[in-house]
């Protein structure tokens, strides 16, 4: 077990992080500090010597507790304008400001506000998926044990929260969403460029330090390796291999897609950070699965 004082540091690293999280899932400034300081006494209580990423377990915990709330309080309605207030001083509550650096690179205080009161109206596994995915980059597999559900599944709540997001959304916030896609679509197609190019340094750029790459069992019976991780080794291995692949929209996404006489084989899947880097790749190519994702094949660019 870790020391308890060296715990409840690495807690504080993440507490603006994890505030963010809980708010973009309960829209209520007093229920995400409620969530943030639950996941804390469920960290003080667990053993996370094994855990190799505190920021990721932290976030799905934090996630399953924010579920759970607000399956439970029904229909009741916070104030979706509420700030953040700053937490109590000492103990685990700590000191950190109300919202992280990472919030005001998500979305401008207008439009963030405008989406929050949005995303109330969607049902909260939806809700969940979407907020987890879409502005905090987890991967759907780790996204799918808080849902209770598949990692495809999970994608599919996503995606229904996507397409109804953009539906009901008033114009700045349909605008917003409009242009992370646009943005995404941009990241993804500079990767397929580098890998077609077997451009290495340029995938560097374009990776994250710590990416996974996955396939299914059914895209690594065609070829790919079950998990890579890291930038290095997934740039080499993407290198030169992705000139089969053209662009598409995967289940709502920017994404790619392999396919043979317009017949999609395996899907490329993308989770793209806020800082417009590539976190996650998963190469898809269950025949259960596929027809799920509402996959759309788009003219070479």
């Not at 309960?26 to 500090?33: H, P, T, W």
């Not at 598409?248 to 392999?258: D, S």
């Amino acid at each position: 077990m870790a020391d308890p004082d060296s715990l409840a540091a690495q807690f504080e690293e993440h507490r603006a992080h994890l505030r963010d999280v809980a708010y973009r899932i309960l829209g209520s400034a007093s229920d995400a500090e409620d969530a943030v300081q639950e996941a804390w006494l469920r960290l003080s209580r667990a053993d996370v010597s094994e855990v190799l990423n505190l920021r990721a377990w932290l976030t799905t915990v934090t996630g399953r507790v924010a579920l759970n709330m607000l399956e439970s309080r029904g229909t009741r309605r916070e104030d979706m304008s509420a700030a953040l207030p700053e937490p109590a001083a000492g103990g685990p509550r700590g000191t950190a400001p109300p919202y992280g650096p990472e919030d005001e690179a998500l979305l401008g205080d207008e439009v963030s506000a405008a989406l929050q009161v949005v995303l109330d109206t969607l049902e909260p596994r939806e809700r969940l998926a979407f907020v987890l995915h879409d502005l905090f980059a987890v991967p759907f597999d780790e996204i799918a044990p808080v849902v209770d559900t598949s990692s495809a599944s999970a994608r599919q709540l996503a995606s229904r929260a996507r397409r109804r997001l953009r539906a009901a959304s008033p114009a700045p916030v349909a605008a917003s969403l409009e242009a992370r896609a646009e943005q995404q679509r941009e990241v993804v197609d500079a990767f397929f460029a580098a890998a077609r190019e077997a451009q290495f340094l340029a995938l560097l750029e374009i990776l994250d330090p710590n990416v996974v790459m996955r396939a299914d069992a059914a895209a690594a019976q065609m070829g790919a390796d079950d998990a890579v991780t890291g930038a290095d080794l997934v740039a080499k291995w993407i290198s030169g291999r992705a000139r089969g692949a053209v662009p598409a929209v995967v289940g709502g996404e920017p994404g790619a897609a392999w396919a043979v006489r317009g017949s999609v084989r395996v899907a490329f899947s993308f989770t793209v950070t806020s800082a417009g880097r590539i976190a996650r790749i998963d190469l898809i190519g269950d025949p259960a699965v596929l027809p799920g994702l509402e996959i759309a094949l788009l003219r070479e660019r």
